[in-house]
């Protein structure tokens, strides 16, 4: 029965939400495992459902980015608005902090971990 509980609640994990009312599956091979090629697939769909001018540039608003010193520090060039590189490098960068083993592939238990770690605002 736990066990149950604790895959359920991974299962969860792994199907994260990545626009509001969309879904983009990381473990599109349902492995029980994300890799490196599944998340960046999903950061690419992530990054098409939120530039919604297509403008190749994401303003706060479009990112939905609540938390000014993580917009800050995304926003490498400081133009205010985040290129597509630096989306897609923010998000590598927590896929290699949550990649604990270094294996690069994301357990359940990494990906819950690394979700847990910073509570979504």
Do not use: C, Y
């Not at 917009?71 to 949550?98: H, I, M, P, V, Y």
């Not at 294996?103 to 990494?110: C, H, I, K, M, R």
């Amino acid at each position: 029965m736990r066990r149950t509980l604790v895959m359920a609640a991974a299962g969860l994990v792994l199907a994260a939400p990545a626009a509001a009312g969309q879904k983009h599956d990381l473990d599109a091979d349902k492995n029980g495992q994300i890799t490196r090629a599944e998340f960046d697939g999903h950061v690419a769909a992530q990054w098409a459902d939120k530039d919604k001018n297509g403008d190749g540039q994401l303003t706060r608003d479009e990112a939905g980015a609540k938390d000014a010193a993580d917009w800050t520090a995304a926003d490498t060039d400081g133009n205010g608005t985040l290129s597509q590189a630096e989306f897609t490098a923010k998000k590598s960068a927590w896929f290699t902090r949550a990649d604990t083993d270094g294996n690069g592939t994301l357990s359940t238990a990494e990906a819950t971990a690394a979700k847990a770690a910073k509570p979504r605002r």
